[in-house]
Nanobody, 123 residues
Framework: VQLQASGGGLVQAGGSLRLSCVAS????????IGWFRQAPGKEREFVAA????????FYADSVKGRFTISRDNAKNTAVLQMNSLKPEDTAVYYC?????????????????WGQGTLVTVSS
């Protein structure tokens, strides 16, 4: 099982980044896909998630209206489009997959994890 996240980098406040997650080794379209983040000294937190069929999306209040999650089951890929970035968005971002039919918000409930990609937003 592999989840390969990419697209992180350094961006100024107000800018945009597009994170990608490519999955392999499991049935991608049976799983919900989520993005979590972990800032230095803080716990990993939920950012956004998408059900297996893409019909339902969920966002943390802190990113609503700025971030958009999407998936392409034909390509085993998920994307997190991040706009209007703020310094407080700085963190390592992880993609995750969960076989549960309902999206669960706690990181410990998710089945598979990628290695993370660092996003740094300068003020």
């Amino acid at each position: 099982v592999q989840l390969q996240a990419s697209g992180g980098g350094l961006v100024q406040a107000g800018g945009s980044l597009r994170l990608s997650c490519v999955a392999s080794g499991f049935t991608f379209d049976d799983h919900a896909i989520g993005w979590f983040r972990q800032a230095p000294g803080k716990e990993r937190e939920f950012v956004a998630a998408l059900t297996w069929n893409g019909d339902n999306t969920f966002y943390a209040d802190s990113v609503k209206g700025r971030f958009t999650i999407s998936r392409d089951n034909a390509k085993n890929t998920a994307v997190l489009q991040m706009n209007s970035l703020k310094p407080e968005d700085t963190a390592v971002y992880y993609c995750a997959a969960d076989l549960s039919p309902v999206v669960r918000g706690h990181p410990s409930d998710w089945d598979y994890w990628g290695q993370g990609t660092l996003v740094t937003v300068s003020s």
